[in-house]
T-cell receptor, first 115, second 111 residues
Framework: ETGVTQSPTHLIKTRGQQVTLRCSSQ?????VSWYQQALGQGPQFIFQ???????GRGNFPPRFSGLQFPNYSSELNVNALELDDSALYLC??????????????FGDGTRLSIL | QKEVEQDPGPLSVPEGAIVSLNCTYS??????FMWYRQYSRKGPELLMY????GNKEDGRFTAQVDKSSKYISLFIRDSQPSDSATYLC???????????FGAGTRLAVHP
C-alpha cells in the first residue's frame, strides 16, 4: 500500500510570489486535508476536501486555496506569499467523509521558505 | 485559551523508563483522540486512535482518555532511544471537520 507522498520536499520563494504544492493520497483514501506547521508548533488545519469539494476550512485567508482531483491527488496553492508563510506544509488523507471517524495519515511535508 | 494544551517539554528520560505524555482540552464536543509521533524532518506518524473515554493498548503504548476531566494521556513502557521524537496529541470534533493538534512534547530517551 502506497503512503501519502508530497512534492517538492523543499521550496524557496520570495515575498509576493505564488506557489503550488502537491500531494498524492494513500491508495483508497477519498478525503484529503492540508495543514501548516510552523517551527516548534503543532500542525494547523488549513482545509479539507472530500469528493473534490471543500468541506471544512480553518482560519486561513482566501489566498490559500486547494484542489482535489478525481484520482484523489490534490494541490495547495498560496498566492501573494508572505514571510509568515514559511513553514512545513503537510497533507493527510483518510477513508470516509473526513468526519474524524477514520484516522488521518500524513505525508512528510513540503518545507517552504519565504525570503 | 487554546483548545488543546500540551506541555512542549523537553522531556528527558533514561532508557527503560515509563514515559507519560498528557494533553488537556476545553471543547467537550471532541470525540476522537489521536497520538502522533513526529521525527525530525518527517511527517506525523499515527500511533494511537481512540474514540471516547477509556484505555487502548498497542504493544508498549497505552492511550487513556478521560472525557469527564477533558484529559488524555499516552504511556510508553520500556522506552527506547528510538522513541526520541516529538509527540503530538490531536482531537477531532465531527461537526467541524478539522483535526486540532497540541503543540507537541519533545521526548529524548538517553541510553
Amino acid at each position: 500500500e502506497t503512503g501519502v507522498t508530497q512534492s517538492p520536499t523543499h521550496l524557496i520563494k520570495t515575498r509576493g510570489q505564488q506557489v503550488t504544492l502537491r500531494c498524492s493520497s494513500q491508495s483508497g483514501h477519498n478525503t484529503v486535508s492540508w495543514y501548516q506547521q510552523a517551527l516548534g508548533q503543532g500542525p494547523q488545519f488549513i482545509f479539507q476536501y472530500y469528493r473534490e469539494e471543500e468541506n471544512g476550512r480553518g482560519n486561513f485567508p482566501p489566498r490559500f486555496s486547494g484542489l482535489q482531483f478525481p484520482n484523489y491527488s490534490s494541490e495547495l496553492n498560496v498566492n501573494a506569499l508572505e514571510l509568515d508563510d514559511s513553514a512545513l506544509y503537510l497533507c493527510a488523507s483518510s477513508h470516509g467523509t473526513g468526519d474524524g471517524s477514520q484516522p488521518q495519515h500524513f505525508g512528510d511535508g513540503t518545507r517552504l521558505s519565504i525570503l | 485559551q487554546k483548545e488543546v494544551e500540551q506541555d512542549p517539554g523537553p522531556l528527558s528520560v533514561p532508557e527503560g523508563a515509563i514515559v507519560s505524555l498528557n494533553c488537556t482540552y476545553s471543547n467537550s464536543a471532541f470525540q476522537y483522540f489521536m497520538w502522533y509521533r513526529q521525527y525530525s524532518r518527517k511527517g506525523p506518524e499515527l500511533l494511537m486512535y481512540t474514540y471516547s473515554s477509556g484505555n487502548k493498548e498497542d504493544g508498549r503504548f497505552t492511550a487513556q482518555v478521560d472525557k469527564s476531566s477533558k484529559y488524555i494521556s499516552l504511556f510508553i513502557r520500556d522506552s527506547q532511544p528510538s522513541d526520541s521524537a516529538t509527540y503530538l496529541c490531536a482531537m477531532f470534533s465531527g461537526g467541524y471537520n478539522k483535526l486540532i493538534f497540541g503543540a507537541g512534547t519533545r521526548l529524548a530517551v538517553h541510553p
